[in-house]
């Protein structure tokens, strides 16, 4: 394995390393600070809507599609440095249209939607005019074994009729939201893993209702949100369904490889931002006559920082080589891997930081418990570590096959 940045990806590095230095950073904490003063927060201010335009005159837009018509022909290899890059801010992912769910949606359609689907949505989202909303996970079940859906989506003649109740449907709350993926159970006597599909609904559709915004640590991330929403008798055309009756199992899978694995890219950058802060006050700030980063243990705690986001990226840029070179599918135990370690890395790295800031880093003035909530919520949004631990388990193991025991 050859980790070395291509050409390539060294000049959108540059790229977007500089639109991050020149364009975003210099305005995020004005436009946080702008955001969280309004009462209605669920609104675009419009300095995102002119960064966008930034990005998207400079050629850095859909940067994570990995082919020249819909983006700029990355590998996963080289478009995970970017996306470790944006990791760094709250807003970057949004500017440069590479922000999830949009992204996994996007490629869910690219892959198998048909070209009526496509002219409908992926169009408008790959454009950035609209954005969308994944609803797979729901509140009365164990969402962790996908096979316990009890939403059903239940074919009429020329409708699919959607019913059930769906929570944690990420990004739902955006004023652009406008269209959603909904999982649902459709044939219970089939195969276990084709039972189920994936339907496209307007958000506007009759039945469809946000019956709740819920927050995370007590915050809602407004403008994105996750939301609770039912579906009463929602009523859609048949051909709303992507790839047919029975494929959300199959679809799934596929939007599991690299769209789900952007996340754990990006936690390597926010896992940065916060050694950045650990090490900024680690010499700036005194105690007891002493920088902090002299008293106590705080040396060792940075030496491990640093030691464990390595690790991390090494292990997340093998899954995505595996990636580009067999396939999500001869990949899976990588990506279970990185999906235990990259937000578990974060999270402690990001602990760390806010022990080290004091009072100050349970704060809103530093963005340090945006990026502790975003990675503890990831080792359940990405589903949950135990489930991922049993994955690389089963693997393991299979190499001893001959050995066991019936």
């Known amino acids: 394995m050859d980790f070395q940045h291509s050409a390539k990806a060294q000049e959108y590095i540059r790229k977007v390393t500089a639109f991050m230095r020149e364009e975003i950073e210099p305005v995020e904490e004005a436009y946080l600070r702008e955001l969280h003063s309004l009462d209605n927060k669920w609104v675009v201010l419009p300095v995102i809507n002119e960064l966008k335009a930034k990005a998207k005159a400079a050629g850095l837009w859909n940067l994570f599609f990995p082919d020249d018509e819909h983006g700029v022909g990355l590998s996963n290899v080289e478009y995970a440095p970017l996306a470790e890059i944006m990791g760094r801010s709250f807003i970057a992912p949004e500017i440069f249209n590479c922000n999830a769910p949009d992204t996994g949606n996007m490629e869910v359609l690219e892959k198998y939607g048909t070209e009526a689907q496509k002219e409908r949505w992926l169009k408008p989202l790959m454009a950035g005019d609209i954005r969308s909303v994944f609803c797979m996970t729901e509140p009365d079940v164990a969402s962790s074994d996908a096979t316990n859906m009890e939403a059903t989506a239940i074919v009429e003649g020329d409708e699919v009729v959607l019913n059930g109740r769906k929570w944690w449907s990420t990004g739902i709350g955006h004023p652009d939201c406008k269209v959603g993926i909904f999982m649902a159970l459709t044939d219970p006597q089939a195969h276990r893993h084709q039972q189920h599909s994936m339907v496209l609904f307007d958000l506007d559709t009759p039945g469809v209702k946000i019956e709740r915004m819920l927050p995370v640590f007590g915050h809602y991330d ?29 679809i799934a899978q596929g939007r599991l490889g690299p769209g789900r694995i952007h996340h754990c890219m990006r936690l390597i950058g926010s896992a940065e931002r916060a050694l950045e802060l650990m090490c900024h006050r680690a010499v700036t700030r005194e105690a007891f006559g002493k920088p902090l980063a002299n008293l106590g243990g705080n040396r060792d705690i940075i030496a491990n920082a640093r030691m464990s986001i390595e690790q991390a990226r090494l292990l997340v840029l093998k899954a995505a080589w595996m990636i580009d070179k067999v396939g999500a599918a001869g990949a899976m135990s990588e990506i279970s891997q990185i999906k235990v370690i990259a937000p578990n890395v974060a999270q402690q790295v990001c602990d760390a930081a806010m022990q080290m800031y004091g009072g100050a880093g349970l704060s809103d003035d530093f963005p340090l418990t945006g990026i502790y909530a975003a990675a503890r919520a990831l080792r359940l949004a990405d589903g949950p570590d135990e489930v991922h631990r049993g994955l690389i388990a089963k693997f393991e193991l299979l190499k001893y096959k001959k050995f066991m025991k019936s």
């Open 222 to 250: 407004e403008p994105y949100g996750h939301g609770e929403v039912s579906f009463n008798n929602v009523r859609v055309p048949v051909s709303n369904i992507i790839a047919g009756p029975g494929r959300g199992f199959e």
